[in-house]
Nanobody, 125 residues
Framework: QLQAFGGGLVKSGDSLTLVCAACGPTFTSITTDAVGWFRQAPGKDLEFVAS????????YYADSVRGRFTISRDNTKYTVSLEMNNLEPEDTAVYYCASDPSGGTGSNSGGYDYWGQGTLVTVSS
């Protein structure tokens, strides 16, 4: 199981860090999973944001966030973070984390097996 935390209401240009925490009986399995962040804005489809390999060495970003967002992980704490800087109103969405035990770090949401409940990020102009 995954839980996403850290959403909130911020102003354009502000920063926010989201955290995806593993929980439940198999929480330690996140240390060998690839993890991705996705988001869904009101009235829009689910969109890939970023992903990270199990050991943190491989990271991938959507063009819309590259250079502003940073994904990282701490396997000793069973967490994956998404640091978001220079936020824009277009970043407003519900953000979800998801894991792929097969290690895939792709941008296709269908490749991820386990999903957190989402956390809302609202960026005002």
């Amino acid at each position: 199981q995954l839980q996403a935390f850290g959403g909130g209401l911020v102003k354009s240009g502000d920063s926010l860090t989201l955290v995806c925490a593993a929980c439940g009986p198999t929480f330690t399995s996140i240390t060998t999973d690839a993890v991705g962040w996705f988001r869904q804005a009101p009235g829009k489809d689910l969109e890939f944001v970023a992903s990270i390999g199990w050991n943190g060495r491989s990271t991938y970003y959507a063009d819309s966030v590259r250079g502003r967002f940073t994904i990282s992980r701490d396997n000793t704490k069973y967490t994956v973070s998404l640091e978001m800087n220079n936020l824009e109103p277009e970043d407003t969405a519900v953000y979800y984390c998801a894991s792929d035990p097969s290690g895939g770090t792709g941008s296709n949401s269908g490749g991820y097996d386990y999903w957190g409940q989402g956390t809302l990020v609202t960026v005002s102009s």
